[in-house]
């Protein structure tokens, strides 16, 4: 439950202000992008925590026309990575039922800590890292002998 309302302020924060995005904690920014698709379809990114297996998909949010880009359509949402998904994103119609799979469920658990991610929908869905997470563990491990 906490874990949702984190994600859906931060989706509306992120949408707020922008791709400016700046990791403030331990989360992780996935973007989903589609280019020249039809304005009328409605194209969401869901998730589910992989530890609920009998769960629905929670819906984050829809591809939107980026405002630098017209024929750029994108969106985005931001993950724990303490954590393993279920991630789809899919065609609904007006009544909120499922028309099409664009990229089916798939399970994700390489999210990173501040890592920015992108799903590309025009080019078979596979995650890229744009961005590379940050790994607090190096600290201490360079950090500790350097003390001791």
Known sequence: MFGSLFLIISLKLLLVF?????????ESLLEIEAYDIDRTINIYLEYQFTECIECDLLTISKLEPDPKNLSRFVTYGV???NFSYQIQVSQKNNRNETEKLI????????????????????NNCTIINLVKPNNI????????????
């Not at 563990?137 to 001791?148: F, T």
């Open 18 to 26: 922008g791709y400016d995005w700046k990791c403030t904690g331990v």
């Open 137 to 148: 563990y190096l600290v201490l491990y360079y950090g500790i002998p350097l003390i001791i």
């Open 103 to 122: 990229c089916p469920k798939f399970t994700y658990n390489k999210f990173g800590e501040c890592g920015v991610y992108r799903i590309n929908i025009n």
């Open 79 to 81: 993950f724990d990575p």
